[in-house]
């Protein structure tokens, strides 16, 4: 009897903090033994904003979890996030669903925003549409990255400009050489293009008397010696 006894302590002693761990463990991912919690659907295109155990607020309070996430292939890829939310909470089918952190370092979560203009109450089993918000720790990441590769490109334009000095110089030496040279040949080819002139024109001269006394005297011009 008394062995029958500890026996009982033993299994006590392990099944009831077991029975609070799972307790704890169904509260955490939004279970209620009471049935006080009504599922609704997060549809987001990408998974690494989110993730199981994700919490679920209006105006900072938590009313949910995401308790599972279910991949959708048609008409494209994109996932619904099963959000186990408090029944009693008064949230309207024309919200929207943030999806931002409480900081910098801290968990994503899912920010319930209800419409100026309510509409109807969400039902269970109602899809919602996530809105990613870009934190600051993004914002900082693409500033960096757009830095570096700044950084990078100005680098790059220096290099190129230190090795292409020299060639400049010397395409402008090559320039100024190149114009002497012409400069140099029409100074010394001026007298022969004058006295070429002068040739050119006592021949057309010539041509002109002949052609003036052929118009005169034809036939005395053919027989002319």
Do not use: W
């Not at 009897?1 to 955490?28: C, S």
């Not at 408090?86 to 899912?110: F, H, K, R």
């Not at 080819?189 to 002139?197: A, H």
């Amino acid at each position: 009897m008394k062995l029958e006894k500890n026996e009982l302590r033993v299994a006590l002693f392990i099944l009831i903090p077991l029975a609070i761990l799972l307790l704890f463990v169904m509260v955490k991912l939004g279970y209620s033994i009471a049935s006080s919690t009504i599922d609704v659907y997060l549809k987001v295109d990408s998974i690494s904003a989110i993730k199981k155990g994700s919490a679920v607020k209006i105006k900072g309070y938590t009313i949910g979890r995401v308790v599972e996430i279910i991949p959708v292939y048609e008409p494209a890829l994109h996932f619904l996030a099963v959000m186990r939310i408090q029944s009693d909470v008064v949230i309207y089918e024309n919200c929207t669903a943030v999806i931002q952190n409480q900081n910098i370092i801290g968990d994503p979560v899912i920010e319930i925003r209800n419409p100026e203009v309510y509409g109807t109450p969400l039902q269970a089993g109602a899809v919602i549409e996530g809105i990613e918000y870009v934190n600051l720790e993004v914002v900082v990441q693409d500033i960096h990255e757009l830095l570096s590769t700044l950084t990078a490109t100005v680098g790059v334009i220096k290099d190129i400009t230190t090795e292409s000095k020299g060639n400049i110089r010397q395409l402008v030496a090559n320039l100024a050489t190149t114009a002497n040279t012409f400069s140099t040949m029409l100074a010394s080819s001026q007298k022969d293009i004058l006295e070429t002139l002068s040739t050119f024109r006592k021949t057309a001269q010539t041509m002109d008397e002949i052609s003036q006394e052929l118009k005169k005297h034809p036939v005395k011009f053919l027989f002319k010696k």
